[in-house]
């Protein structure tokens, strides 16, 4: 074991590497505090850079940037009650009220330093729990890879959102896109209707970078918002009183830190829904709700906790069984792809190095985050001043450039811009975009799984309840799947007749 | 553009049958189950099936009134002339990238790109061709020189550097 970790200590404290991070982490907390910028899309943007670089340098530049740009969604959020990013949202009216009480900076270094601890207490659970999965994991089939796939898919349409049904469709269209090409069981091409583009299947880096950056822009094209007006106040030590707030809040740490693990680790939710419900938990429990929204600091640091915790949170189920837990994970599985450095329990046996120096690269991330969050706040004006009609243009530019350099063919561009078409189209109806993309992710090893347990069982579907771990996770998924609608069924008749004369 | 859900539905309906009716002409393979046109053919099924479900809540929206009733709800940005000369002006340079790079050369066609993006934008007239300018040639110089992606040079062949 320690022969490993001096390796992944070797592979990660490289002249190279370190200046990738400290490049990744400028990038990420500048996304993370331009609002409409998010950071998936900081991850997407990324995606075609590090398709030149070596596996490690590249996740490290992801893992910085993600951290930092979530961390950094709080700067508008408290300077011009706009969020940077999704995950900021569930508080930035909260730091906003603190910001008009002048305790601008308290909101600030609260998200600053609970945003650390949140991520490094992440990835402690990531490092014990990851592995021990792992060896866990070592005896799975096809049956129990099926059915964890189908767990996963269910919960990001049943837990991780609230359309339901139209979660569903966007779950079927994304594994349908999972479909076209050449790679399925029998090597049939599906849906390629004579193109020889469409044969190796749609691509999923143009895919991502269509749905979380051009419909970014799209949105801000048509925006009709007046962009907010920072407010000019003198910030001054972001790190007083931090202490005082540890000890004061520890149990509010602890299980903000808690939920957004959780939370990152369950497929489809990440750093945003997290934030979401350890706000709303943080009030609920807390010794004095009504100061809530009045400008409060202990749900900011809850939450803010939270969501950096779940990104960590979100890489448990990516690493061990290929199964993202949220969208940024989900395009880290398709770099991991393209590096060969395949997701799943055989990468924690074979090469413990490269799981290692993931786990270092998130506490460096983590720890830097305190030094370089602090400039960026000192900086905070300036960033917020950017002209947005300027960067906007230059990253759809970008992200054009970006999709070509995958394979170097305009098909890619193509499929970017209508796949940024479709998801704002989407949105603007209220169909959420994750199921799709966990969808065209895991399509594949869905369908792999059920042809090769279909193929094993000679046709008999009740091999894939026979095993002890496969019939465990079978029963859960289809208890995820009945319980919703038949308690509602439940209470329904329970009210029918309740209301039903005696 | 919001549609009702009906008319979601509707093509959910059409999409998810027409997948099962293309499924058909699969392939099977002797001696097992499970061929090509399985899984296209569920998630056939499946999207016919929701689909059904939202033409229900789509129609039960319209007779209930309020949100949602209407077959197509246009967009607020839809009455504003800016936002809608932006998302002309936004599809309108795409289009274009697409058709004319490989003719005109990335440094031409990214510099037309980004100066009607900024112009729709309402950066200042003065700034834009030089700004449109050398952020193309920066963008060129990142991913053509230190990442060698090979992006067309078009015209400017003669002048590559």
Redesign the interface.
């Known amino acids: 074991m320690s022969e490993a970790w001096l390796q992944a200590f070797g592979l990660v404290f490289t002249p190279y590497n370190i200046f990738v991070m400290v490049g990744a982490s400028l990038f990420g907390l500048f996304v993370g505090a331009v609002p409409g910028l998010t950071a998936t899309m900081a991850t997407a943007l990324l995606v075609?850079?590090t398709f030149?670089m070596a596996p490690i340098p590249a996740i490290a530049a992801i893992v910085t940037a993600t951290a930092m740009a979530i961390f950094s969604g709080d700067i508008p959020g408290a300077l011009l009650r706009m969020p940077g990013t999704p995950a900021s949202a569930a508080y930035t009216d909260e730091a906003y009220a603190m910001t008009k009480k002048g305790m601008a900076e308290t909101a600030l270094g609260a998200g600053l330093v609970f945003s650390a601890v949140g991520g490094l207490f992440g990835t402690a659970v990531l490092m014990v729990a990851a592995p021990t999965l792992a060896e866990f994991a070592l005896n799975f089939s096809s049956y129990e890879y099926f059915w964890l796939v189908l767990m996963g898919l269910t919960c990001a349409v049943f837990i991780s959102t609230d359309q339901p049904?139209?979660g569903?469709?966007t779950l079927?269209?994304g594994?349908?896109i999972a479909?076209v090409g050449l790679n399925?069981?029998?090597a049939?091409p599906?849906?390629t209707f004579g193109s020889t583009n469409l044969l190796g299947g749609i691509g999923l880096i143009p895919l991502m970078i269509g749905m979380f950056a051009v419909s970014e822009?799209?949105r801000y094209?048509?925006?009709?918002e007046p962009e907010g007006t920072i407010v000019d106040q003198p910030i001054g030590n972001v790190f007083k009183g931090m202490w005082g707030l540890a000890v004061k809040y520890p149990k509010q740490i602890l299980r903000g830190s808690t939920l957004g693990t959780l939370i990152g680790a369950l497929p489809g939710a990440g750093a945003d829904i997290a934030a979401w419900m350890s706000y709303a938990m943080s009030k609920r429990l807390s010794k004095e709700p009504e100061k809530f929204g009045t400008g409060h600091v202990e749900g900011i640091v809850e939450s803010g906790s939270a969501n950096n915790s779940a990104l960590a949170g979100a890489w448990i189920p990516a690493l061990v069984f290929g199964i993202p837990g949220d969208s940024i994970t989900a395009i880290v599985i398709g770099v991991l792809y393209m590096k060969n450095m395949n997701p799943g329990p055989t990468l924690f046996t074979t090469n413990p190095q490269n799981i290692y120096a993931v786990f270092l690269l998130f506490i460096i991330a983590n720890l830097i985050m305190l030094p370089l969050g602090w400039l960026c706040i000192k900086a905070a004006k300036r960033i917020l001043q950017v002209?947005r009609?300027?960067l906007?243009?230059?990253i759809?530019?970008?992200c054009?450039?970006g999709s070509?350099?995958i394979n170097?063919t305009?098909f890619d561009?193509?499929i970017m811009?209508i796949a940024g078409v479709v998801a704002y189209?989407l949105e603007?109806?209220d169909f959420p975009i994750t199921p799709l993309i966990l969808g065209v992710v895991l399509g594949a090893m869905?369908?792999d799984n059920?042809?090769s347990s279909?193929?094993k069982s000679d046709?008999n579907l009740l091999a894939f309840v026979s095993r002890p771990i496969a019939g465990t996770l079978g029963v859960l998924t289809l208890l995820i799947w009945f319980l919703p609608p038949a308690r509602r069924l439940l209470a329904a008749r329970r009210a029918r007749r309740a209301a039903a004369p005696h | 553009?919001?549609?009702n859900d009906a008319l979601?539905g509707a093509a959910?309906i059409l999409l998810g049958g027409s997948?099962l009716v293309?499924v058909q002409g699969?392939?099977r393979?002797p001696g097992?189950?499970?061929?090509?046109g399985l899984?296209?053919g569920i998630?056939g099924i499946?999207?016919a099936a929701?689909?059904l479900?939202?033409v229900v809540?789509g129609v039960r929206q319209r007779t209930a009134g309020g949100a949602g009733a209407a077959w197509c709800q246009l967009?607020?940005?839809a009455h504003?002339p800016r936002?809608r000369l932006?998302?002309a002006i936004?599809v309108a340079v795409?289009v274009l990238?697409?058709m004319a790079?490989?003719r005109l050369g990335?440094i031409l066609t990214?510099t037309v790109?980004?100066a009607a993006?900024?112009g729709?934008?309402?950066?200042r007239t003065m700034l834009i061709v030089p700004?449109a300018l050398a952020?193309?040639v920066a963008?060129h110089y990142a991913?053509y020189k230190l990442?060698r992606?090979?992006?067309p040079w078009g015209v400017l062949q003669p002048i590559a550097w």
């Open positions: 075609p850079v030149f049904l139209k569903l469709v079927f269209l594994l349908l479909g399925n069981p029998a049939f599906r849906f822009i799209i094209v048509v925006n009709l002209p009609e300027v906007m243009p230059v759809l530019l970008f054009i450039v070509f350099a170097n305009g561009i193509a811009l189209v603007a109806n869905l369908e059920f042809v279909m193929i046709g | 553009m919001k549609l979601w959910l997948l293309h699969f392939p393979i097992q189950q499970v061929g090509p899984f296209p998630l499946g999207l929701c689909g479900l939202l809540r967009p607020e940005w504003a936002q932006g998302f936004l795409n990238y697409l790079v490989d990335f990214g790109y980004l993006l900024m729709v934008l309402r950066v700004l952020l193309t963008i991913f990442l992606v090979p992006l």
